[in-house]
């Protein structure tokens, strides 16, 4: 029938509305049978698939039930076999728990006597050890008392023994230099003094003849004389004064400034005098040559902490023995002192600290400051 049909559309036998309406009809029949042809497919299938279902159902039951009864049986053995060993455990153990009990006893009551045992002998390693720790601490404690004691004996020992030799270098030095020291300063003040008096009286001439040319020019120039000349030297002369003046108060400021120094060396002076007090209150019950030696050992010592480090070379100063010394030598602050006023005697710090200080007044009222 297909090779009929396909002879009738290729010798277009029929028309195309005739071919297209057998071709609908075709393809809804095809249509038809596809989706016919599909539901029996489905339906043998699952019809198939049932049966396989429950074949298989069957089977693994059958595998199941058959494994289940074998593990229930090898269960049941091992649970009996279970129950006759703990039968036979529990016979045992009360047959050897005597046994195990007394063993026990034994091995523990072992142990604690080798605990008591080792306890007893680390309480005397323990109590040996802290008398070996307290007498090597003793020890070094002692040995650093010992150190510390021999340091200051050595350092005392070294300033005594220094201070042979530094005292003629000192003595030497502090001649020479104190008489050069004195000169020069000396010299020096006295020419700076003289000079600075100079100048104020020639400020004070110039200033009060500046004040007297001044009223002059007021009442020159009110009195209507025509001598313009003579005014106009008279005006360069007031200039150059003035400039005068000037230098001389520059001269006056530097003279302050000089008065200024003078004012912190006498300060200086105050406080060497007052340290020179402390050390003697310190010193006095001491020798002549433990007094050199402590100075020697506070020279470098602030003021206020001179009562701490003496009293720690006391005794250090106290226990050394040396010779006594046929000359009398000076001090760093006996040479400080000599340096600044020469060589007179330690009373005349004070007489030279008020004559300077009566000097700086004068110098201070001729120079016209308060």
Known sequence: ??????????????????????????????????????????????????????????????????????????????????????????????????????????????????????????????????????????????????????????????????KKHLNKVKSTFVEKSAKLVSDVVGKGLKKEIGQLKEDIDSARKNDFGRKIFETFANEYSNSYLNEKSETAKLMKVVDLKDGQIKEVKAEVDAKSKAIAEKNAEISKISDAAKRKDVMSELTAPLSKEQREIMNDLLESVQTDKLQKQFDKYMPAVIDGKTPAKKKATLTESEARQVAITGNKEESNVSSVSSEATSNIVDIRRLAGLN
Not at 98 to 109: H, I
Not at 144 to 150: M, N, S, V, W
């Open 1 to 162: 029938m297909l090779d009929a049909l396909k002879s009738l559309f290729e010798n277009n036998v029929i028309s195309e509305e005739i071919r297209a309406e057998i071709q609908e009809a075709w393809d809804k029949k095809v249509t038809e049978t596809k989706l016919t042809v599909t539901a029996e497919l489905r339906e043998e299938f699952a019809s198939k698939y049932e049966h396989d279902k429950a074949q298989m159902v069957e089977a693994i039951d059958s595998m199941v039930s058959e494994k289940l009864a074998e593990e229930i049986s090898e269960f049941t053995d091992d649970r009996k076999n279970l129950a006759e060993a703990r039968a036979k455990y529990v016979i045992a153990m009360r047959e050897n728990a005597n046994l195990l009990k007394e063993f026990v006893m034994q091995s523990l009551k072992k142990e604690v006597t080798e605990l008591h045992e080792d306890q007893k002998v680390m309480a005397n390693k323990f109590g040996k050890l802290e008398e070996f720790v307290v007498d090597a601490l003793a020890k070094e404690i002692a040995e650093f008392h010992e150190d510390k004691k021999d340091l200051a004996e050595t350092k005392v020992k070294l300033v005594r023994e220094a």
